[in-house]
């Protein structure tokens, strides 16, 4: 494989000046591992994707002490390709793996993050059933998509009780929980796929582009057991912020994010909402919030992420 004939003929180069990880490791805290970075003006992200800020660039060929690595975004070079993302707290941000100088597309013997707030754990089919009942009208389906959700939950930080419930009570009323599903009777172009029911080339062309797949091309990738989560995740934390929403048990503002008008669904999505909190907590807590302010209430569904957020500030604390 091309790849690893360049990543080990770089290992090898780098064994001749003495910077091999095998001759450093001893140097650094035992909690980490060091690495070597090939190439020049390689980018330090502050998180493990593509639209995340970069924090520094790399000049060239650079050692690096990795504490932990995250599944990220896919970052494809001549040498390879990965979706591996290692953390290097000195500085202050993650590398991808694919210019990392080893044979492997994911760091071997190192951690993989568990970040401030780690997971609680997978979310399962029981749970599933047991929050939604019947909208879960194909199991063996949904049990099928089951693990692309859960690491998009992950990547997404859809990690507490309260940030899983509103993503799968949206989840359930948008799609059944079922990763290849259109939307029934939508005959348009960019009509409703996925999980989130992406819809609009308002979306399908800034998706495309945040994954570096053509959307626009060939929009039934929305649809598809490889996109159909990561998609939702996009949406979910970069065409809107959504994640802080849930924190706040506001699911107007939940609701006003996916981009319908208000109405009777609302409270559909609320007591779903709800249900799933009780399934996860044992409980449903107080202070949730079902309703919208006027500002939110017409169709949002094209506004930019900048216009939306400006008019969540309007209204007080309604959603």
Same mark, same amino acid.
């Given at each position: 494989?091309?790849?690893?004939?360049?990543?080990?003929?770089?290992?090898?180069?780098?064994?001749?000046?003495?910077?091999?990880?095998?001759?450093?490791?001893?140097?650094?805290?035992?909690?980490?591992?060091?690495?070597?970075?090939?190439?020049?003006?390689?980018?330090?992200?502050?998180?493990?994707?593509?639209?995340?800020?970069?924090?520094?660039?790399?000049?060239?060929?650079?050692?690096?002490?990795?504490?932990?690595?995250?599944?990220?975004?896919?970052?494809?070079?001549?040498?390879?390709?990965?979706?591996?993302?290692?953390?290097?707290?000195?500085?202050?941000?993650?590398?991808?793996?694919?210019?990392?100088?080893?044979?492997?597309?994911?760091?071997?013997?190192?951690?993989?993050?568990?970040?401030?707030?780690?997971?609680?754990?997978?979310?399962?089919?029981?749970?599933?059933?047991? +929050?939604?009942?019947?909208?879960?009208?194909?199991?063996?389906?949904?049990?099928?998509?089951?693990?692309?959700?859960?690491?998009?939950?992950?990547?997404?930080?859809?990690?507490?009780?309260?940030?899983?419930?509103?993503?799968?009570?949206?989840?359930?009323?948008?799609?059944?929980?079922?990763?290849?599903?259109?939307?029934?009777?939508?005959?348009?172009?960019?009509?409703?796929?996925?999980?989130?029911?992406?819809?609009?080339?308002?979306?399908?062309?800034?998706?495309?582009?945040?994954?570096?797949?053509?959307?626009?091309?060939?929009?039934?990738?929305?649809?598809?057991?490889?996109?159909?989560?990561?998609?939702?995740?996009?949406?979910?934390?970069?065409?809107?912020?959504?994640?802080?929403?849930?924190?706040?048990?506001? +699911?107007?503002?939940?609701?006003?994010?996916?981009?319908?008008?208000?109405?009777?669904?609302?409270?559909?999505?609320?007591?779903?909402?709800?249900?799933?909190?009780?399934?996860?907590?044992?409980?449903?807590?107080?202070?949730?919030?079902?309703?919208?302010?006027?500002?939110?209430?017409?169709?949002?569904?094209?506004?930019?992420?900048?216009?939306?957020?400006?008019?969540?500030?309007?209204?007080?604390?309604?959603?």
């Amino acid at each position: 494989m091309l790849k690893r004939r360049i990543r080990r003929l770089l290992i090898a180069t780098l064994a001749l000046t003495g910077l091999t990880a095998a001759g450093l490791v001893t140097a650094v805290p035992a909690s980490a591992a060091v690495f070597n970075t090939y190439g020049t003006g390689v980018n330090v992200r502050a998180d493990a994707y593509l639209s995340s800020p970069v924090v520094r660039t790399l000049p060239g060929p650079t050692s690096i002490d990795v504490d932990c690595q995250k599944y990220g975004d896919l970052v494809t070079v001549s040498g390879g390709s990965s979706r591996w993302w290692a953390h290097v707290p000195a500085l202050g941000g993650y590398v991808t793996v694919a210019y990392v100088a080893i044979p492997e597309d994911k760091l071997p013997g190192v951690a993989e993050c568990g970040g401030t707030n780690p997971p609680s754990g997978d979310i399962t089919l029981a749970q599933v059933q047991a +929050m939604f009942g019947t909208r879960i009208a194909n199991p063996s389906l949904v049990e099928t998509g089951l693990p692309s959700l859960n690491q998009a939950m992950r990547d997404a930080n859809i990690n507490t009780p309260y940030r899983k419930a509103a993503f799968l009570a949206t989840l359930v009323h948008e799609s059944r929980l079922e990763y290849n599903i259109r939307e029934i009777g939508d005959t348009r172009l960019y009509g409703g796929r996925g999980y989130i029911q992406l819809t609009g080339d308002f979306n399908y062309g800034p998706a495309g582009r945040y994954f570096g797949i053509d959307l626009l091309g060939n929009p039934e990738l929305a649809r598809s057991l490889q996109w159909s989560a990561p998609i939702a995740r996009w949406y979910w934390t970069v065409a809107r912020n959504i994640n802080p929403f849930a924190d706040q048990l506001n +699911m107007g503002k939940v609701n006003a994010a996916i981009g319908y008008p208000a109405g009777a669904e609302d409270q559909r999505r609320c007591d779903s909402f709800k249900n799933a909190i009780r399934v996860l907590t044992g409980s449903v807590p107080g202070g949730i919030i079902c309703t919208r302010s006027k500002a939110l209430s017409g169709d949002t569904s094209k506004l930019s992420r900048t216009q939306f957020d400006a008019l969540t500030k309007v209204g007080g604390g309604l959603g």
